[in-house]
Nanobody, 120 residues
Framework: QVQLVESGGGLVQAGGSLRLSCAASRNIFSINAMGWYRQASGKQRELVAIASSFAGTNYADSVKGRFTISRDSAKNTVFLQMNSLKPEDTAVYYC??????????????WGQGTQVTVSS
């Protein structure tokens, strides 16, 4: 089964930067989109940024101008550069890839989550 492995989370002061990475354990083809979501304590999971193969990139209003998503489809890797971090960005961040992998019936793949904590 395909697994997505995330890295790059941690503790940072407000105004700082972090770069999240997410890599698939094996090839995913026919990728429709690669994205990042987050879930703060007591809140629902929300979309942070998405890079669609057909509709370009899209960001949550709260992160526009501060976060940048990039992808390397050939390497099944997606990144999230987070600048000017705020305490309200504190959450568990999950990567997602929508596509297909040989021998795996799923079309949505999720990472295990990485904690981002921004101190004030």
């Amino acid at each position: 089964q395909v697994q997505l492995v995330e890295s790059g989370g941690g503790l940072v002061q407000a105004g700082g930067s972090l770069r999240l990475s997410c890599a698939a354990s094996r090839n995913i083809f026919s990728i429709n989109a690669m994205g990042w979501y987050r879930q703060a304590s007591g809140k629902q999971r929300e979309l942070v940024a998405i890079a669609s193969s057909f509709a370009g990139t899209n960001y949550a209003d709260s992160v526009k101008g501060r976060f940048t998503i990039s992808r390397d489809s050939a390497k099944n890797t997606v990144f999230l550069q987070m600048n000017s971090l705020k305490p309200e960005d504190t959450a568990v961040y999950y990567c997602n890839i929508n596509g297909r992998a040989v021998g795996d019936s799923r079309t949505d793949y999720w990472g295990q989550g990485t904690q981002v904590t921004v101190s004030s």
